[in-house]
């Protein structure tokens, strides 16, 4: 079992950058994808940006396109989360997962989660 945690989270102004971590421990396998989810009050939990086990191919949804990127750093068993010109929209509690294989869109399908963070764009 793979434990994730995230930090990084806090209020920004609209516009703002913010960059999330989530760090893994435990026995996470060779393929293990990763990826961020959000959920703000009174919505579904959705998938923000995941990212191969080699950090080749990472996919975004379309709200987050161009404004967000996912990195992982495997040496320091860390996936990233770049925000920049966060909107009101963007606020959220933001959720690290992991699953064996490739990542995917449904949160059904993360065996792994971390206890989220929240991030709060306002003026």
């Known amino acids: 079992h793979v434990q994730l945690v995230e930090s990084g989270g806090g209020l920004v102004q609209p516009g703002g950058s913010l960059r999330l971590s989530c760090a893994a421990s435990?026995?996470?396998?060779?393929?293990?994808?990763m990826a961020w989810f959000r959920q703000a009050p009174g919505k579904e939990r959705e998938f923000v940006a995941g990212?191969?086990?080699?950090?080749?191919?990472?996919g975004y949804a379309d709200s987050v396109q161009g404004r967000f990127t996912i990195t992982r750093e495997n040496a320091k068993n860390t996936v990233y989360l770049q925000m920049d010109d966060l909107k009101p929209e963007d606020t959220a509690v933001y959720y690290c997962?992991?699953?064996?294989?490739?990542?995917?869109?449904?949160?059904?399908?993360?065996?792994?989660w971390g206890q989220g963070t929240q991030v709060t764009v306002s003026a």
């Open positions: 997962a992991g699953r064996s294989g490739e990542w995917r869109q449904r949160p059904s399908e993360y065996a792994d």
């Open positions: 435990g026995r996470a396998p060779g393929n293990y994808a």
């Open positions: 990212i191969t086990w080699n950090g080749m191919i990472a």
